[in-house]
């Protein structure tokens, strides 16, 4: 299957500060999506991208779908503590159907 | 507004032993996955279906079985259940035509194999 490197792996910050995530893919993707998923709970959508460029936010949360189709970037400014959660990236490429997952990023913010 | 239902919530099944996984979707959804989620790693996908009768493999099919007989049911059968099975297991679904393409997933099913 597909690999996708995400990165970091985990994250602790200090509330209010803004948080940057990344995931790099070994083909050309023509989806890019954002998950977070709480403990005990599925995966929930952030953010959808589908054009190379595109950049799309979701209140505090910004994510870009790189020019080289390879890789996508998840900024979260000014962090709060409801933020802690594990980040997934997941992509697709064509002309499958089916979504490949990055390893995840966890998230902790301290008070 | 369901969204995609998985029971059980959580299982201890013996080394052997068989069970199913249920997951149902009431968004009209044509296509359906099935992820498995060890710690520390991505979800890994074990099987889908493009729509009523079509299923094929994914990444990690071994071991697992599907059907799809309706377009909001997709259960998973596990025949003889191993250690390496345990893992929480996540059923999602999406539309698959013009417009956005996204995954809406259950909240995910516990299963421990001793």
């Known amino acids: 299957g597909q690999q996708l490197n995400q990165s970091p792996q985990s994250m602790f910050i200090q509330e209010g500060e803004d948080v940057s995530m990344n995931c790099t893919s070994s083909?050309?993707?023509?989806?890019w999506l954002w998950y977070k998923q709480d403990p005990g709970e599925g995966p929930v959508l952030l953010i959808a991208?589908?054009?190379?460029?595109e950049l799309t936010s979701n209140g505090r949360l910004t994510a870009q779908f790189g020019i080289t189709r390879k890789d996508s970037f998840l900024n979260i400014s000014a962090s709060i503590p409801s933020d802690v959660g594990i980040y997934f990236c997941?992509?697709?490429?064509?002309?499958?159907?089916?979504?490949?997952f990055g390893t995840g990023t966890s998230l902790t913010v301290i008070p | 507004n369901a969204g995609v239902t998985q029971t059980p919530k959580f299982r201890i099944l013996k080394i052997g032993q068989s069970m199913t996984l249920q997951c149902t979707q009431d968004?009209?959804?044509?296509?359906m996955y099935w992820y498995r989620q060890d710690p520390g790693m991505g979800l890994k996908l074990i099987y889908y279906?493009?729509?009523?009768?079509i299923t094929d493999k994914g990444e990690v099919p071994n071991g697992y079985n599907v059907s799809r007989s309706t377009t909001e049911d997709f259960p998973l059968r596990l025949e003889l259940a191993a250690p390496s099975q345990t893992s929480v297991y996540f059923c999602?679904?999406?539309?698959w035509g013009t417009g956005a393409n996204v995954l809406t997933f259950g909240a995910g099913s516990r299963l421990t194999v001793l």
């Open positions: 999602a679904s999406s539309y």
């Open positions: 083909s050309i993707f023509n989806t």
């Open positions: 991208l589908y054009k190379a460029g």
């Open positions: 997941a992509g697709r490429s064509p002309p499958g159907n089916q979504f490949y």
């Open positions: 968004m009209n959804h044509n296509y």
């Open positions: 279906s493009v729509g009523a009768g």
